[in-house]
């Protein structure tokens, strides 16, 4: 007997620990993402609107990275690796299919002071000035791609641990108004740097807490200094670039391909660099030698990770939030999901790889995420064709950049920022929804030009944290209705048809950022959930007690609330009466499940609103006007929904 229980326990273990080929495969297609797309791609769909996106990515990705390498303190063909390298790895491992990962503004920035610190340009007149075998550069750009690559290896390290820790879930911390305030912040410091180029100013690096007013301070002390010929070419430049972008984004639905301005500005600019001789007769500098050639692979110099531990951590965290937030805007627009795991992965891998072949920090950009967008890209194949023509310009094009003028490159990154820097607009959305996120707002935007991205964005969430925790305690506790008299009016006011069409659900907490989330995949699976059995006239005041959504105690709705809608139209009455207080992040979630309802065939109707929350609604979404929404209570909701089926089925007589 003991034997036989002995070979039924082996049985169980096996089957328990030998992985199944299903399973496996299950675990490549989660991990791997491009094994899920890629062997359905439709090539006669896809292929041309894809081939056109990477192409106008591909002029994108050449004039960022040549200038966010300059802006990391590195030269400029380290910006072409890095946006060949990052944007291959993110296409297997990345599940965002309209993201472009790249050299980015705030990773770059922040590595930057790394680089700097640890090897200043006052060094070079004391290093030797041979040149490695590395391309032909000197010793000293070496030095300094080490120390940007240490912090891409570092940072990528760490975002791989945030993934094996399964971090992605805390993500919910962050919230769109941090977000927002933050990347707006850095944009105005990446701004700020590139001062120096649109003004022909020659300028010492400058960093540290408040260098961004030491940067104007400098700026208006040496005012005489600037290059009238750089300031000229920097304005003509960034008016040509914003006009024909706008004339574009305008005309778009009528014109096929957009004019790629920033290729036909790079070059008209060379050009007439290269004819007139602007370095040597008005002193303009110039982007300079781009060598041929990708170098063989080299490790990141291991020894100096713990001097770049602090920038590491800045690129990791900064880099994911800012990525993240576009992936999801991205699933969120096409109808799509993103695991925040998973981007962890991408991003840590895209960055841990990539350090490895010479190449600056790497993030997603808005920028570039956008350009796909208007340019009609379908998947991450877009993004793979441009590889092969940033591939083209690496080992052909790239010794004719010597003469792009670098107030025209600067001219192009501070136009490339638009979308970040008309964020401001924003401010005036938070006010009418939640002014407290509208302070939170302003105090992480302060932070973050006061000191540095990292440091804002860690202002902005333990200040969410601090005013959540503040405000809990003053929520108002839900008064319980009475459910026999809710069972009795719905009894004998209306029909049992109806009423088997009628979902009623309460909002028992606050809805913030912290269980926003969660509240829509409940809510999400409560609709989604069929049965083909039809609910009993008796359970629907079980329904309505039922399904009270705990979101922050993250319970789970009870299977008898979740019980779908009939294949006819359905209708969803949300109880507002608990939910005491809210934010900006609830409001937008409350709008989405509007939205996503609307687009299931089902009415939400809000009942027992708040005043505020009826503005805060109004003003954010793009709400039915044809139809009442918000109602003074459950019942004068479920009158409204059997008034609008007796008028339905008067009409359908009618026309009979």
């Given amino acids: 007997m003991t034997g036989a229980k002995r070979k039924k326990k082996s049985v169980l273990w096996s089957k328990m620990h030998t992985p199944q080929c ?6 490549c297609r989660r991990r791997l993402p491009i094994l899920a797309w890629a062997p359905h791609y439709n090539l006669k769909e896809n292929l041309l609107p894809d081939t056109v996106s990477g192409i106008m990515l591909a002029v994108q990705q050449v004039a960022q990275g040549l200038a966010f390498a300059v802006l990391s303190s590195v030269h400029p063909v380290f910006g072409l690796y890095g946006s060949l390298f990052p944007a291959i790895i993110y296409a297997i491992f990345g599940m965002g299919r309209h993201v472009a990962t790249g050299t980015f503004a705030l990773t770059s920035l922040i590595s930057a002071n790394a680089v700097e610190r640890l090897v200043p340009q006052s060094i070079q007149n004391l290093t030797t000035q041979s040149n490695t075998s590395v391309l032909g550069l000197s010793d000293f750009e070496m030095q300094r791609i080490g120390v940007a690559a240490a912090v891409s290896f570092l940072g990528g390290v760490i975002q791989v641990v945030m993934f094996l820790l399964q971090l992605g879930s805390a993500t919910f911390l962050v919230t769109e108004p941090v977000i927002s305030a933050m990347t707006t912040g850095a944009a105005t410091h990446v701004v700020t740097s590139q001062v120096k180029y649109l003004l022909g100013m020659k300028m010492p690096y400058i960093s540290g807490p408040l260098g961004f007013f030491y940067i104007y301070a400098y700026v208006f002390e040496n ?5 009238l ?58 982007v300079g030698h781009i060598p041929k050639g990708i170098p063989p692979p080299r490790a990141p110099p291991m020894n100096i990770l713990s001097a770049v531990i602090t920038e590491a951590f800045g690129v990791a965290l900064v880099g994911y939030v800012a990525s993240l937030a576009l992936a999801q805007g991205s699933a969120k627009k096409f109808k799509y999901s993103v695991d925040d795991n998973q981007e962890f992965l991408a991003h840590g891998l895209s960055n841990v790889i990539s350090s490895f072949f010479f190449c600056i920090p790497s993030a997603a950009a808005m920028g570039r995420t956008a350009g796909l967008y208007s340019t009609g890209a379908k998947t991450q194949v877009a993004c793979l064709i441009s590889c092969i023509f940033v591939l083209i310009v690496i080992y052909a094009i790239g010794p004719l950049l010597y003469w792009l003028p670098m107030c025209v490159l600067a001219s192009i990154i501070v136009v490339g920022l638009k979308g970040m820097l008309i964020q401001f607009r924003d401010l005036k959305k938070y006010w009418n929804v939640d002014k407290i996120d509208w302070g939170i707002w302003v105090s992480t935007y302060v932070f973050t030009i006061c000191f540095a991205a990292n440091v804002g964005l860690l202002f902005g969430v333990v200040c969410t944290i601090a005013i959540v925790i503040g405000r809990f305690p003053r929520a108002k506790t839900l008064s319980i209705k009475n459910t026999k008299e809710m069972e009795f009016k719905v009894k004998t006011e209306t029909d049992s048809e109806t009423l088997q069409q009628v979902k009623i659900i309460s909002i028992n907490n606050p809805l913030v950022f912290m269980n926003a989330k969660k509240f829509y995949t409940d809510l999400m699976n409560l609709i989604q959930k069929e049965n083909a059995s039809n609910q009993p006239i008796d359970d629907i005041s079980k329904c309505e007690q039922n399904t009270l959504l705990n979101s922050l105690s993250n319970g789970n709705c009870n299977d008898e609330a979740s019980q779908a809608c009939p294949s006819e139209k359905c209708s969803l009455i949300l109880d507002c009466s ?79």
């Avoid at 299903?22 to 675990?27: G, Y």
């Avoid at 005012?223 to 290059?227: E, G, H, L, P, R």
Wanted: aromatic residues 8%; glycine residues 4%.
């Fill in 22 to 27: 299903e399973d496996i495969t299950q675990w």
């Fill in 578 to 656: 608990g939910l005491t207080f809210f934010d900006y992040s609830g409001v937008a979630m409350l709008a989405e499940i509007y939205m996503d309802c609307k687009g299931r065939s089902v009415d939400v109707l809000l009942a027992d609103c708040t005043a505020s929350l009826i503005k805060a609604m109004k003003y954010y979404g793009n709400l039915d006007s044809e139809k009442p929404i918000f109602f003074e209570s459950v019942s004068a909701a479920i009158s409204n929904i059997c008034l609008n089926k007796n008028l339905n089925k008067l009409s359908d007589h009618s026309e009979v």
């Fill in 229 to 286: 010929e750089a300031l000229l070419l920097s304005l003509l430049s960034i008016v040509v670039l914003v006009l024909v972008k706008e004339l574009n984004e305008q005309f778009k639905r009528r014109i096929k391909v957009v004019l790629p301005v920033d290729l036909v500005l790079i070059i008209a600019a060379s050009f007439a660099c290269y004819c007139t001789n602007m370095e040597n007769t008005y002193g303009l500098e110039v």
């Fill in 223 to 227: 005012i005489k200094s600037v290059q």
